[in-house]
């Protein structure tokens, strides 16, 4: 089970360095997820559910602590201990007591990245008030395209998310709260988010929840659907300048491609199978792995082939990058 919880350490462009915590694991941990994103890294979600009384497989917080104990020491410079994985983390309703054991044992801030689908649920906004930061996705302020680029299950409208942002921004005990946009262009005809209509009403849609901070960024790792591609750098930067312009550039971040944080010093135990659990968490590309993980080319590159040749992984070619995926 430990194995599979936690996925660390990760080399965030958005984070720095972060522990990962997965709290809902199952042979198909997709089937978990009540959103099924057109820009997924993990692929199309076959059955979307729609609230946790159709959870399956999720993790206890004595598995998760147990885990953190055993795990978290064995790296030095640590950013954050992140609850996301390859399920949506507000899904467990133990998530907040998780979040409370983490922080008995781990002097280190919590992060928790959500889809934004249930933080209209007064539980769900107990559960966050233990982060240090939350990280929640908004990619429209309107309905159609929230629909399309997100594909939420049944029951999950943009309104009741944009409320219950509101609702975590003004919580007495509250996490810091970042909204990521994440920006998607396309190759059909499709509803992408990234006009100067949609940009114009994510800007009135955020000045009214006042998030702390908002990151602007697109795809860039293979997608859930192929004719999603990301959005190009310059017009990114207009969105930000824009954003800057309206929230101030201490607020807007702008997340462009490429790691640049220097590696971790990590104490390896089984290094191939550190690698199998943060390909599983994305699709990662050679350089990636080895910065994550802190690995030479000589070190990594027998790995990679052998977990090649049994077919534990396999590659993959979006736009000239090669990356390796669970096969």
Do not use: W
């Amino acid at each position: 089970m430990l194995k599979r919880i936690i996925y660390g350490p990760i080399l965030s462009r958005r984070l720095g360095r972060s522990l990962g915590i997965d709290v809902i694991k199952t042979p198909d941990t997709k089937k978990n997820c009540n959103f099924d994103c057109v820009y997924c890294q993990l692929g199309h979600v076959p059955q979307k559910i729609t609230g946790t009384d159709e959870l399956k497989g999720a993790v206890t917080p004595e598995n998760v602590v147990e885990g953190i104990h055993s795990y978290h020491k064995n790296i030095e410079d640590l950013d954050y201990i992140t609850f996301s994985g390859t399920c949506e983390p507000t899904l467990n309703p133990a998530l907040g007591e998780m979040i409370k054991g983490v922080k008995e044992i781990s002097t280190h801030p919590v992060c928790v990245i959500t889809n934004s689908s249930l933080v209209d649920n007064v539980e769900v906004r107990k559960n966050l008030a233990e982060a240090d930061l939350v990280v929640a996705t908004l990619v429209s302020g309107y309905e159609d395209t929230f629909r399309a680029i997100n594909r939420p299950a049944e029951g999950i409208e943009l309104e009741n998310i944009i409320n219950g942002l509101k609702a975590v921004r003004k919580m007495d005990k509250r996490p810091r709260l970042g909204v990521e946009v994440m920006l998607v262009d396309a190759t059909i005809d499709f509803p992408v988010n990234h006009t100067e209509r949609e940009i114009a009403r994510l800007k009135e849609v955020l000045i009214d929840i006042d998030p702390d901070e908002i990151e602007l960024l697109t795809v860039t790792r293979p997608p859930a659907e192929k004719y999603i591609v990301p959005v190009s750098d310059d017009r990114l930067r207009e969105i930000a300048i824009e954003f800057e312009n309206i929230f101030g550039k201490e607020r807007v971040k702008l997340v462009l491609k490429g790691v640049r944080k220097s590696r971790s010093i990590m104490k390896h135990g089984n290094i191939e199978e550190e690698v199998y659990d943060l390909i599983l968490r994305r699709p990662c590309t050679f350089q990636e792995i080895s910065a994550s993980l802190g690995l030479s080319k000589e070190e990594l590159t027998p790995m990679i082939e052998k977990m090649l040749s049994s077919k534990r992984i396999k590659e993959t070619i979006i736009r000239e990058k090669k990356y390796y995926k669970i096969s």
